[in-house]
């Protein structure tokens, strides 16, 4: 056992003595000794209940022969990090996740691994140190939130935290008054959970269990159900199942799981950030795994499913309705179904056993919303790595945009725009120098675009930026530009006024000046100076790639 450099022998009577004091018995020093890495906080509702999933892994750790230990890790709420300097930690704790993760594991020389997460950059942080080391590991997350109900003159209506960042936008225009957006906000929460919608944390749970990493159910069993619990205590018993089999995450995570994950991603119509995150799960798993691919697997993908923000469902409707493996079961035929699970079964035997239970939220092949994928990269003269946008929340009309630039190089000076009216019909709002290294930490904006929607002009102005967007955005927002402006991106070349061609059928950005134009703007430009000249942020913008790599560290 690898934990046997910590506790055997004579030379390591002194580690004993330590493990001693927290608890353990000389009995158990013959036993696996298996990590819980636990994302627990009292800050983000996604985690506030992870206490008691530890528990319930533990008693299966237990009953399967190990020895477990609970240790922790940070979680940022993107929630209430939004549209402040907190925002620019989000995706930098991603990296620290996966960092400390890794220290904690390595040091104690644990032979097996859990994975206690949720929300949005903590379920990635934590499968890039699950392939990263290799170790037997499953991942669980505390599942959904339930909806919110909200009661109004309009009656009864289902509700989540997107509901309130749009109602701001409507507070804004005079249409509903602040004491109605203090119901809402108090109600649109209604406790534990990752926010109900199909938003990043929830997209990222789902493509855990799609990819093979999670249990079936991991993806959209609610927060408080007691599935959960159960569920929590299979996992501690089938990680010693996998330590028993020497059955390693890259053994799971591969080309072909990968590719399963993006193909149930676009099925779902699920968060652009899934695109980030996903490939930085393959860099760290040794995946090669080009931008480009993901409009091959969205050609390919029906998109099925209609989820918030992009439809009136939420997670626990895809729950009752079968859940991802009844989504899996339906495109089944654009899936590698030899890919192995964590549950010793292949994705055969898995979508074999599942039953679509309600075809008003997972539509059939014959009866999908599109033959093509709810998320799609466009490449052009102003994205030349590639940007991304969820066309399943975009409208029609929205859908082939041509129209003048409104540039602004931040997130407040935009809002501020859009706030006071200057933002026009037509516009093609752009936010500039919020990218990796520019940001630095590519904050997600879903203070704009839910102003936007708020405000009834989601299907009038487009919004693109080198940053990223809240998987609870909907619209033609189109984010993770790239090259960034920063790295003087084309987008740093762009002006007010400047024509902006946006072809989401055809995968296309352009801004219409020549290629000569476009360079001689970027030569005349001055030299990038950094927003943050210490602490954590100017290291993480030192050493950040592209986001079209999935902003990970050179190494």
């Known amino acids: 056992m690898k934990s046997d450099a910590a506790k055997r022998g004579i030379e390591r009577a002194p580690h004993r003595s330590l493990l001693y004091a927290v608890g353990c018995t000389p009995a158990e ?39 477990p230990f609970e240790v922790n890790t940070i979680a940022v709420c993107d929630g209430i990090a939004m549209n402040h300097p907190g925002m620019k930690y989000s995706l930098p704790s991603r990296e620290l996740i996966a960092d400390s993760a890794e220290i904690v594991a390595e040091a104690h020389a644990f032979d097996a691994l859990v994975f206690i997460t949720n929300c949005d950059k903590i379920i990635p942080g934590m499968l890039m140190a699950a392939v990263r080391m290799n170790l037997p590991s499953i991942v669980i997350s505390g599942g959904p939130m339930l909806a919110g109900r909200f009661c109004s003159d309009d009656g009864v209506k289902h509700v989540d935290l997107s509901s309130v960042f749009e109602a701001v936008g409507k507070v804004a225009k005079g249409q509903m008054n602040p004491e109605e957006l203090e119901k809402l906000a108090d109600v649109a929460c209604p406790g534990a959970g990752s926010c109900s919608g199909m938003f990043t944390a929830n997209t990222m749970n789902c493509a855990t269990e799609a990819m093979g990493m999670g249990l079936v159910g991991n993806g959209t069993i609610p927060a408080i159900d007691t599935r959960r619990i159960q569920l929590a205590k299979q996992v501690g018993r089938q990680v010693m199942e996998l330590l028993a089999k020497g059955i390693r995450p890259r053994d799971i995570v591969n080309e072909a799981s990968i590719g399963n994950a993006f193909a149930v991603d676009m099925a779902l119509g699920g968060s652009t950030n899934s695109v980030l995150h996903l490939m930085a799960i393959a860099h760290e798993a040794g995946v090669d795994f080009p931008l480009s691919r993901l409009n091959q697997i969205s050609q390919r993908t029906p998109h099925l499913c209609k989820l918030r923000p992009a439809g009136d469902y939420h997670l626990e409707d895809l729950d009752a309705a079968g859940g991802i493996s009844a989504v899996m079961k339906e495109i089944k035929s654009v899936l590698n179904l030899e890919a192995m699970t964590v549950s010793g079964k292949s994705v055969a035997e898995i979508v074999a056993d599942s039953h679509l239970m309600d075809e008003k939220v997972i539509h059939s092949t014959s009866n999908a919303y599109s033959k093509h994928g709810g998320i799609c990269i466009l490449f052009g003269n102003l994205a030349p790595e590639g940007a991304v946008v969820k066309r399943a929340a975009v409208a029609p009309e929205m859908m082939v945009h041509r129209g003048p ?23 093609v709002v752009v936010i500039r120098y919020e990218g990796p290294k520019g940001g630095p930490g590519m904050r997600e904006m879903l203070t704009p675009t839910s102003l936007l929607s708020g405000m009834g002009m989601d299907k009038e102005v487009a919004l693109i930026t080198d940053g990223r967007f809240s998987g609870a955005t909907r619209g033609a927002a189109i984010g993770h530009v790239s090259p960034e402006a920063a790295s003087r991106g084309p987008i740093a070349a762009l002006r007010d006024g400047d024509i902006i061609k946006i072809d989401i059928p055809n995968y296309k950005l352009e801004i219409e000046l020549s290629d000569k134009e476009i360079a001689q703007r970027l030569a005349d430009l001055v030299e990038f100076e950094p927003k943050v000249t210490t602490g954590y942020l100017k290291r993480y913008a030192e050493q950040v790639c592209s986001a079209s790599t999935g902003a990970v560290f050179n190494r």
């Open 29 to 67: 020093m013959d036993k696996p000794f298996i990590g819980l890495i636990n994302s627990f906080s009292e800050i983000v509702p996604g985690h506030i209940h992870l206490r008691e999933i530890a528990e319930a892994v533990k008693a299966g750790v237990r009953s399967g022969g190990g020895v």
């Open 405 to 427: 630039a409104r540039v602004f190089d931040a997130e407040e000076a935009a809002t501020a725009a859009i706030m006071n009216g200057s933002v026009k019909s037509g516009d």
